[in-house]
């Protein structure tokens, strides 16, 4: 049940990768060697994926409960104890049946909306916007589905400063950050 209620609170996620993926030509559920292709320990990895540009998950499919995660080049924020972990490394992973292994991309726009019983049953009133703070430079942009409309979110960091610019749109967005920066917010 935790699942579902996750799965919807991303279909605005999960929706705006989808059309981004579509443009892109490019899988919804990708193989990391797509994505880092001169990093040679993604060549021949199997049991890690990245959903949409933003989220790697590497599901845990012993009894043990455990595994190694591959995290590459770049900053990665854990779902659920939202630590931050330097990427270009392998790290060790314990988690219940109840806690996929899931990380956030440095410089991801993960948009959150309500949970519903099925896709459409209200409309919706609030986004819930999670960005995962550059370390260094960077930009990345998001359309994030709104009521039938999009609503571009642009985040540009400029190794100092960090903007978050959020188009016109009639809900009420909430900003949570990734990292340890001031966020500005137009």
Same mark, same amino acid.
């Given at each position: 049940?935790?699942?579902?209620? /996750?799965?919807?609170?991303?279909?605005?996620?999960?929706?705006?990768? &989808?059309?981004?993926?579509?443009?892109?030509?490019?899988?919804?559920?990708? &193989? $990391?060697?797509?994505?880092?292709?001169?990093?040679?320990?993604?060549?021949?990895?199997?049991?890690?994926?990245?959903? %949409?540009?933003?989220? $790697? =998950? &590497?599901?845990?499919?012993?009894?043990?409960? &455990?595994?190694? =995660?591959? $995290?590459?080049? !770049?900053?990665?924020?854990?779902?659920?104890?939202?630590?931050?972990?330097?990427?270009?490394?392998?790290?060790?992973?314990?988690?219940?049946?109840?806690?996929?292994?899931?990380?956030?991309?440095?410089?991801?726009?993960?948009?959150? %909306?309500?949970?519903?019983?099925?896709?459409?049953?209200?409309? =919706?009133?609030?986004?819930?916007? $999670?960005?995962?703070?550059?370390?260094?430079? %960077?930009?990345?942009?998001?359309?994030?589905?709104?009521? !039938?409309? /999009?609503?571009?979110?642009?985040?540009v960091s400029t190794g100092k400063k960090h903007m978050l610019t959020i188009g016109k749109t009639d809900v009420k967005v909430a900003v949570k950050?990734?990292?340890?920066?001031r966020l500005t917010i137009q």
């Open positions: 049940r935790d699942y579902l209620r /996750l799965r919807y609170r991303l279909m605005p996620y999960i929706y705006g990768s &989808a059309v981004k993926c579509v443009e892109q030509s490019l899988p919804m559920t990708r &193989a $990391l060697v797509i994505e880092y292709q001169d990093d040679p320990n993604v060549r021949n990895m199997s049991d890690e994926y990245l959903f %949409g540009d933003s989220l $790697l =998950v &590497a599901p845990i499919v012993s009894e043990e409960n &455990a595994r190694r =995660v591959y $995290l590459p080049e !770049g900053v990665w924020t854990d779902w659920w104890t939202k630590k931050r972990i330097p990427g270009g490394r392998w790290i060790d992973v314990k988690a219940d049946i109840e806690t996929i292994p899931l990380y956030v991309r440095e410089g991801g726009i993960i948009p959150m %909306g309500p949970v519903m019983n099925y896709v459409g049953e209200k409309p =919706v009133e609030r986004i819930d916007l $999670l960005v995962s703070l550059f370390e260094g430079k %960077g930009r990345s942009s998001f359309q994030v589905p709104v009521n !039938g409309g /999009l609503v571009k979110v642009t985040y950050v990734l990292g340890k920066a």
